[in-house]
T-cell receptor
Framework: DAGVIQSPRHEVTEMGQEVTLRCKPI?????LFWYRQTMMRGLELLIY????????DSGMPEDRFSAKMPNASFSTLKIQPSEPRDSAVYFC?????????FGPGTRLLVL | GIQVEQSPPDLILQEGANSTLRCNFS?????LQWFHQNPWGQLINLFY???GTKQNGRLSATTVATERYSLLYISSSQTTDSGVYFC????????????FGGGTRVLVKP
């Protein structure tokens, strides 16, 4: 199994631009999670889906962030417009039961 | 929400040494996992251990749910054990929503 796949691995953009992060979960997993990691706040859950349905988005920082899961094999996290404080590593994880498997992350830098 | 505290924040070990990392949590949990983040940033799950004891090679973990703590043991440490170790928990009402501790940064010197 290829594991959780995220793209791009690195993204550098300018303030105000739209950023789209992509995730392909492990085949057969029914839960998908988006996390953000920063030095100041550590690892924090942004949103998670069960069977493609958003269950808890209380960690999404503000309306500039949105996430979708149109099918069981694909999810996106969009930031529009991006701001320098959004610079972080964004991880996607998936699970079948309670054990979560993380992707390699997307390192985002907003200038 | 549930609070997770890890100690120590930093740990420097000589190769071959043993160590214990601690995770305290503020409420009952139905999910507790230990992760290792390697120096390249990859997060690897080590254990799912809401209670009891498990061992995997040189690593073992014990969770005493009634006293709200978990311990991760590293024996005969190797340089490849370097990185950050995270404890993550979720309470019974939180479903799959994990709350991460601040991590213990481990450096194993050759």
């Amino acid at each position: 199994d290829a594991g959780v796949i995220q793209s791009p691995r690195h993204e550098v953009t300018e303030m105000g631009q739209e950023v789209t992060l992509r995730c392909k979960p492990i085949s057969g997993h029914n839960s998908l999670f988006w996390y953000r990691q920063t030095m100041m706040r550590g690892l924090e859950l942004l949103i998670y889906f069960n069977n493609n349905v958003p269950i808890d988005d209380s960690g999404m920082p503000e309306d500039r962030f949105s996430a979708k899961m149109p099918n069981a094999s694909f999810s996106t996290l969009k930031i529009q417009p991006s701001e320098p404080r959004d610079s972080a590593v964004y991880f996607c994880a998936s699970s079948l039961a309670l054990f979560q498997y993380f992707g390699p992350g997307t390192r985002l830098l907003v200038l | 929400g549930i609070q997770v505290e890890q100690s120590p924040p930093d740990l420097i070990l000589q190769e071959g040494a043993n160590s214990t990392l601690r995770c305290n949590f503020s409420d009952s949990v139905n999910n507790l996992q230990w992760f290792h983040q390697n120096p390249w940033g990859q997060l690897i799950n080590l254990f799912y251990i809401p209670s009891g004891t498990k061992q995997n090679g040189r690593l073992s973990a014990t969770t005493v749910a009634t006293e709200r703590y978990s311990l991760l043991y590293i024996s005969s440490s190797q340089t490849t054990d370097s990185g950050v170790y995270f404890c993550a928990v979720s309470g019974e009402a939180a479903g799959n929503k994990l709350t991460f501790g601040g991590g213990t940064r481990v450096l194993v010197k050759p």
